[in-house]
C-alpha cells in the first residue's frame, strides 16, 4: 500500500510534465527558462535582435535556434544597440585546454581589446562579463563554444570604453 502512493506521486508527475510541455506548445514559441539558457550558454544574451547578429556570424541553426528560445523581443531600436564600458574573459586555468578558440583569444588578440581583462576562477567556464561605465557587472555570457573571431567580433560591437577626460 504504501509503494502504490509513491507510485500515484511519480504518475502526477509525469503526467504534469506531459501537461506543462504541451502547453509550451500550444502557445506558440517555446521558451526556456533561465537555467536552461544558461546552459546552453545564453545568460545575458537577451534581445532577440542579438540572436540575429549572432545568426550571421555562427551558421550552425540548431544554437541560433536555442537562441531565440532564450531571447527577448527587443522593444526599441536603441536597445539593440546596447553597449558595456568593459568586458572581462572569465574562464578557468584547468579548463582551458578544452577550449582552443578562447585560449586563441587570450593569447593572440586580448591585446587589441584593452578595455577586456583576462580574470582565471577555479571552475568556471568561459564567459564574458559585461560592465558598465562604473565597472560594475551588467551581463554574463556563456562562450563555451564561440569561435575566435566571434569573439572578437562580438567585443567590436558590444564594448565602447568610455572616454575620460583627462
Known sequence: MRGMGRSV??????????VMCCCGVCLGGERLGARECE?????????????????EFVKDQELVEDCRKCCTEDSDDSISKLTFSGAIVEVC??????YPEVVGFLEEDKDDFPYVEARYVYGSPPKLIMLDDKGDQKETIRIDN????????????????VKSDS
Not at 506521486?9 to 506531459?18: D, G
Not at 546552459?39 to 545568426?55: I, K, M, Q, R, Y
Not at 586555468?93 to 578544452?98: N, Q, S
Open 146 to 161: 564561440w569561435k575566435r573571431e566571434h569573439i572578437r567580433q562580438f567585443l567590436k560591437e558590444k564594448v565602447k570604453p
Open 9 to 18: 506521486r511519480v504518475a502526477a508527475a509525469v503526467v504534469a510534465l506531459v
Open 93 to 98: 586555468m584547468r579548463k582551458l585546454v578544452f
Open 39 to 55: 546552459e546552453l550558454g545564453f545568460t545575458g544574451l537577451a534581445l532577440c535582435s542579438d540572436c540575429n547578429a549572432l545568426a
